[in-house]
T-cell receptor, first 112, second 118 residues
């Protein structure tokens, strides 16, 4: 158990819908990262927050957004969902930038 | 550009065989970090090791060992006396905090699927 929690574990929804994925980092970790794992793209970095502020963006679509709250948990919002958004979404946390990232169990999203 | 290449897509071995997973990386910076993660069939990503670019010492942890060679930009992972429980997808990753707007995010290779048969 990495200490990073993610909810829900599984999510099935329809195209055009909006979903929210939630992540709680390990105790003491200030940095939260979101990654997407799909069969065709592999593991890709989406976005990073540090102590409530956005720090870096990767290949994140404009339909996706995220935030980190004062209690350091983070949410990833996916809207206008398309079939191609079906993937495993991971959250990771680290105590600081460039330190080891520990991953949550992931949220498996299926868009029908 | 930064890139991680894991040329071996799938490897199949018989239990107790030794196996080496290859990882080649590209970066122009002198300070960077390399990682290996394991993804078992259950799907979670498990951290195995982190090395910084200034530490080329090989590392051994039980049946696992890592060979870091800056001259060939490689960070290979060897499992000695493999076991069925080692069956998983293994990812090599690079973190370069000085690159562009990076804040230490991980760049992953495509992964190597290791199957260990009894």
């Amino acid at each position: 158990d990495s200490g990073v929690t993610q909810t829900p574990k599984h999510l099935i929804t329809a195209t055009g819908q909006r979903v929210t994925l939630r992540c709680s980092p390990r105790s003491g970790d200030l940095s939260v990262y979101w990654y997407q794992q799909s069969l065709d793209q592999g593991l890709q970095f989406l976005i990073q927050y540090y102590n409530g502020e956005e720090r870096a963006k990767g290949n994140i679509l404009e339909r996706f957004s995220a935030q980190q709250f004062p209690d350091l948990h983070s949410e990833l919002n996916l809207s206008s969902l398309e079939l191609g958004d079906s993937a495993l979404y991971f959250c990771a946390s680290s105590v600081a930038v460039a330190e080891t990232q520990y991953f949550g169990p992931g949220t498996r999203l299926l868009v029908l | 550009a930064q890139k991680v290449t894991q040329a071996q897509t799938e490897i199949s071995v018989v239990e107790k065989e030794d196996v080496t997973l290859d990882c080649v990386y590209e970066t122009r910076d002198t300070t960077y970090y390399l990682f290996w993660y394991k993804q078992p069939p259950s799907g979670e990503l498990v951290f195995l090791i982190r090395r910084n670019s200034f530490d080329e010492q090989n590392e051994i942890s039980g049946r696992y060992s890592w060979n870091f060679q800056k001259s060939t930009s490689s960070f290979n992972f060897t499992i000695t006396a493999s076991q069925v429980v080692d069956s998983a997808v293994y990812f090599c990753a690079l973190s370069d905090p000085n690159y562009g707007g990076s804040q230490g995010n991980l760049i992953f290779g495509k992964g190597t699927k290791l199957s260990v048969k009894p």
